[in-house]
């Protein structure tokens, strides 16, 4: 019972991570907004590799699929290929300091933005701007906040 609560806090908190992917923001802002969901799987995947990795990342993606509207499986792919890389080395990135994870996630969080971009220019036709970059600058600066934050809830509630 103890367990099924502990992993039940990990859910939840991607399940708020959709929440913040998906609250209306005006237009301007909209395009600063990080990826959320895929942050907190970078940490889940980094802190519990056993418990959150590649199928909770197609889940957690085709949840914003659905949220967002768009093509179904192209964040539930993305997603998926992006943890693959990370819990395949998640010994290795835990290793780093925070600024330098920083900079990891920033290589991972473009290449989910250039995957994404590739797969809708396949399937729709999209042209590339510059603006698809943005999250990843916001999603590298917040980087340390949402590691510090998730790691004091994870020893807190000794979530393992």
Known sequence: MEKSHRLYLVYLSLMFSLVLAVVPLPAMVKLFRPDW?????????????????IGTAFVVG???????????????????????FCSAHHLKIRNFSVLQQSLVIALFLAFYHYFIFWLSHFLTGVVFTMAYLWPVVTGTAVWPW????????????KIH
């Not at 969901?37 to 990795?53: E, I, Q």
């Not at 085709?62 to 693959?84: K, M, P, Q, R």
């Open 37 to 53: 969901p895929l942050l907190v799987l970078f940490y889940w995947a980094l802190a519990l590799p056993f418990r959150v990795s």
């Open 62 to 84: 085709f949840l914003l699929d659905v949220l967002v509207g768009t093509v179904l499986g192209v964040n539930a792919l993305a997603y998926s290929v992006i943890i693959y």
């Open 146 to 157: 949402i590691f510090w934050l998730l790691r004091r809830i994870r020893r807190q509630f």
